[in-house]
């Protein structure tokens, strides 16, 4: 399938996102709800069973080391974190519990899988997965547990990657892949990896690894919306306080359109007015179009504003096409 077909199916029908999956964690605890909320920077505490939200868990500094999200359900709260960052997650997370009745644990049997697009609740039907029919219409992180003949018991949740809604289901690995190979052999395309990452740069989704990183903040990063403010004490709370309350905000998180062709490499770094202003951290372009970046660019640098990459082959020219809000 062509790269522009693959775009076209996506915004019209279903595919198959790529990707090694989330490492999926399990919370208990009578006070699982309310230390989560204690502990990370989100609004856990009066999320229904059935809800989720974003959060981070952040450093005494402020700086983002994970971001979750967190799904409420009965007994228990599910978390999805980044792949290969489950055991630092439940370490992070579990040095605080010390007087709280919280337990956390890593669920190495399981794994996610994404589809996205508008039909991806009909193309999970189509190969036996029940999914409930309101759930890509209820609110970002709703979700819900249904058992598939074919595939055995999955949780399903409703989700957002590289711009687009879609649904993402936790399955053991075996019945990941075999759900997987059942919607390829069912005509749901995968997705390639380079769309999904031009998408995700055009999106201004921050990712772990190139944009959320333990040297950053989430303000500068585009997660500003995983804070509440209403809330009392969590950890990094102090730092985060002060930056919103004093606006001292130096750099943050923008999309780049690039002049030309060429495309720039991650950590080249950004000359504005002369001057240092930052950094490349993702690059992406999509079909007949200009490669866009994300970069972490000094806040006096104005949207509109044109920006030079040092680039090994040459310098290269690019436009602030896009900010991120961060406060969100």
């Not at 522009?4 to 989330?22: D, K, N």
């Not at 005494?60 to 999200?69: A, D, K």
């Not at 992070?92 to 996205?116: C, H, N, R, W």
Request: hydrophobic share 45%.
């Amino acid at each position: 399938m062509s790269d522009l077909s693959e775009l076209q199916t996506l915004r019209a029908s279903a595919v198959l996102a790529g990707g090694a999956g989330h490492d999926v964690l399990r919370a208990t605890g009578n006070d699982r709800v309310s230390f989560l909320h204690r502990i990370t920077s989100g609004k856990v505490a009066g999320t229904e069973p059935g809800q989720g939200c974003r959060t981070l868990l952040l450093d005494v500094r402020g700086r983002v080391l994970t971001s979750l999200l967190v799904f409420v359900r009965g007994k228990s709260v599910r978390l999805i974190a980044p792949g290969g960052q489950g055991v630092e997650t439940v370490a992070g997370l579990s040095k605080y519990a010390i007087m709280d009745d919280f337990q956390i644990v890593l669920e190495p049997d399981l794994t996610t899988l994404a589809v996205l697009g508008p039909h991806s609740a009909r193309a999970l039907a189509a190969v036996g997965v029940p999914v409930p029919p309101s759930l890509l219409e209820a609110p970002l992180y709703a979700h819900a547990e249904v058992t598939s003949e074919p595939f055995g018991p999955l949780w399903i949740a409703h989700g957002r990657a590289s711009g687009t809604d879609g649904l993402c289901v936790a399955a053991s690995k075996t019945a990941r892949d075999g759900l997987a190979q059942a919607l390829l052999d069912r005509g749901t395309p995968r997705l390639s990896g380079e769309i999904a990452e031009a998408l995700r740069v055009a999106a201004m989704e921050p990712k772990p690894g190139n944009e959320i990183t333990p040297d950053r903040f989430p303000v500068e990063i585009g997660l500003g919306a995983a804070i509440d403010h209403t809330k009392g004490c969590y950890v990094g709370q102090e730092t985060i306080v002060r930056m919103r309350d004093r606006g001292i905000i130096r750099k943050r998180l923008v999309l780049l359109r690039l002049a030309g062709e060429a495309t720039p490499a991650l950590g080249d770094k950004l000359v504005a007015q002369d001057q240092a202003a930052g950094q490349i951290t993702s690059v992406g372009c999509l079909p007949g179009e200009k490669p866009v970046a994300l970069a972490i660019l000094a806040a006096a640098i104005p949207v509109g504003a044109t920006v030079r990459i040092q680039h090994g082959e040459g310098p290269l020219s690019a436009e602030v096409a896009a900010e991120s809000r961060p406060w969100g």
